[in-house]
Each structure stands twice: as structure tokens, then as C-alpha cells.
T-cell receptor
């Protein structure tokens, strides 16, 4: 089945630790995205990548890092510099530029204590 | 991207048509109107999008006013599974990948 997978569904970490969230797609999409969602809020863009080996900061990139070494993979690292890392993280992909819809994964709920 | 305004919440009886309004008075000529929905604790799901003309697919219909300053998403026969937060988003088509999600409309389908 084609789609986007994120793992794990729930993730718990201690404050001060870096953590990497996985995002894989087999849709052959060029563009991939990471969003953050806080309770009762809409989604905010962290990073996006339009092509392999290239990515751009979104609205709230501070404290996060990404890589795009393969077309199908776009991992997100939440570093210890991120002041409020506890949130619901969503990965998405799309065919590319212009008016293409984005397909979302099921999300990873990260809790940092 | 232009901003959108949606009601915070709405109720609709099961089996009836759900009409979700969205105002986007500052929309520009190259911006599309997109609708997504998010069922609790899941990733958003694309529903439909349009530029000027009304659009229909297997999920919903999108009615855009002639001046393009507002639109309505119509779910023709709402079911309990349509209970979700619905987001109206405007986005240009020229290389801007960003989707700006507001807080959306929480639609509750009543049995």
C-alpha cells in the first residue's frame, strides 16, 4: 500500500536529550514537510524539502534539524535547544510545487519530561 | 498566504448536508482554496480544492463565490465519521509549498 509512515506513534524522552522522528513515504513524492501541532491549535510548519539534499526552514525551525538524503525519507531531530518539544508532530508529502495536495502521516506524539 | 475565517464549531444532524463556510476576503488571483479535515489524533486528510469554479468529488462539493471572497464546503449526507476539525486554507500555486492552518471548524455530527 502506498502512503506515509511515521514511527513511533508515541515517544517519551527526558529533557536534554535529542530525539529523531522517522518519516518514510513510498508515494514517489518529491516534496516532504514537517509540522507541529499543539493542543487546540492548527499546524505550524517546521521544515520542508522540495528535493533530495535540499530543505528550507518553515515558521518554527529553531531547535529542530532535518536531513533529506533519500527521496523517501525525511527524518526530524528535536534537539535539546527546542524549549517546548512536547507536541504532536506530523509529516506530509506532495508531488511537488504548484497546486498539489499534501498527504499526511499518522503523526508522532512526543512527550518530554 | 491570505488569511481565512471560519466558525469555531458547528453541529449537523446525521444524514443531513453539512455546510461549512469560510471567508477569505483578501485572496489573490493565483491563490487556491483548499479544504482538509483532521479526525482526532490523526493526520489531516485532503478533501478538495478549487480556484474559481465549483468543484465536486466523492467526498464533498466546494462552492466558491463569484468574487472569490468566500467559499462553502458541503458534505452532502453527513455521517458520524465526518466528525472532525475542518480547515479552510488558501495557498498560491507558484512554488509556495506552505499550508497555513488556522484553528478550523470543529464539526460534530449528531446521531
Amino acid at each position: 500500500d502506498g502512503g506515509i509512515t511515521q514511527s513511533p506513534k508515541y515517544l517519551f524522552r527526558k529533557e536534554g536529550q535529542n530525539v529523531t522522528l522517522s518519516c518514510e513515504q513510498n508515494l514517489n513524492h518529491d516534496a516532504m514537510y514537517w509540522y507541529r501541532q499543539d493542543p487546540g491549535q492548527g499546524l505550524r510548519l517546521i521544515y520542508y524539502s522540495q528535493i533530495v539534499n535540499d530543505f528550507q526552514k518553515g515558521d518554527i525551525a529553531e531547535g529542530y534539524s532535518v536531513s533529506r538524503e533519500k527521496k523517501e525519507s525525511f527524518p526530524l531531530t528535536v534537539t535539546s535547544a527546542q524549549k517546548n518539544p512536547t507536541a504532536f508532530y506530523l509529516c506530509a508529502s506532495s508531488m511537488g510545487t504548484e497546486s498539489y495536495e499534501q498527504y499526511f502521516g499518522p503523526g508522532t506524539r512526543l512527550t518530554v519530561t | 498566504d491570505a488569511k481565512t475565517t471560519q466558525p469555531t464549531s458547528m453541529d449537523c444532524a446525521e444524514g443531513r448536508a453539512a455546510n461549512l463556510p469560510c471567508n477569505h476576503s483578501t485572496i489573490s488571483g493565483n491563490e487556491y482554496v483548499y479544504w482538509y479535515r483532521q479526525i482526532h489524533s490523526q493526520g489531516p486528510q485532503y478533501i478538495i480544492h478549487g480556484l474559481k469554479n465549483n468543484e465536486t468529488n466523492e467526498m464533498a462539493s466546494l462552492i466558491i463565490t463569484e468574487d472569490r471572497k468566500s467559499s462553502t464546503l458541503i458534505l452532502p449526507h453527513a455521517t458520524l465519521r465526518d466528525t472532525a476539525v475542518y480547515y479552510c486554507i488558501v495557498r498560491d500555486s507558484f512554488g509556495n509549498e506552505k499550508l497555513t492552518f488556522g484553528t478550523g471548524t470543529r464539526l460534530t455530527i449528531i446521531p
